[in-house]
């Protein structure tokens, strides 16, 4: 995981680009509002898919490869005890 990368864009902000010239070529007034409204519902949407879908995904991942993303401590025997929990599921 050391070797991975942001991506450079994010595609939630096409969107937001052609919110922002709607409203500066066609004048859209209190549709402004709304749009923007339906963005936000959108973004949070997609954030909520991404952290249901590819987190838990990759922790189940993870866990039946016995493998430890993150580890605060170096005290063997929590590590045993995260194992233990990932084969109860």
């Known amino acids: 995981m050391s070797n991975t990368?942001?991506?450079s864009f994010?595609?939630?902000l096409i969107p937001l680009f052609a919110i922002v010239?709607?409203?500066f070529t066609m004048r859209l007034g209190v549709i402004e509002l709304y749009l923007l409204?339906?963005?936000t519902i959108f973004?949070?949407?997609a954030h909520i898919h991404y952290g249901i879908r590819v987190v838990c995904f990759l922790r189940v991942l993870l866990c039946l490869c016995l493998l430890v993303a993150v580890s605060l401590s170096r005290n063997i025997v929590g590590h045993i005890n995260e194992v233990s929990?990932?084969?109860a599921r």
């Open 85 to 87: 929990l990932c084969r």
């Open 5 to 7: 990368r942001a991506q």
């Open 21 to 23: 010239i709607g409203v």
């Open 43 to 45: 973004v949070v949407a």
């Open 10 to 12: 994010n595609w939630l």
């Open 37 to 39: 409204l339906a963005y």
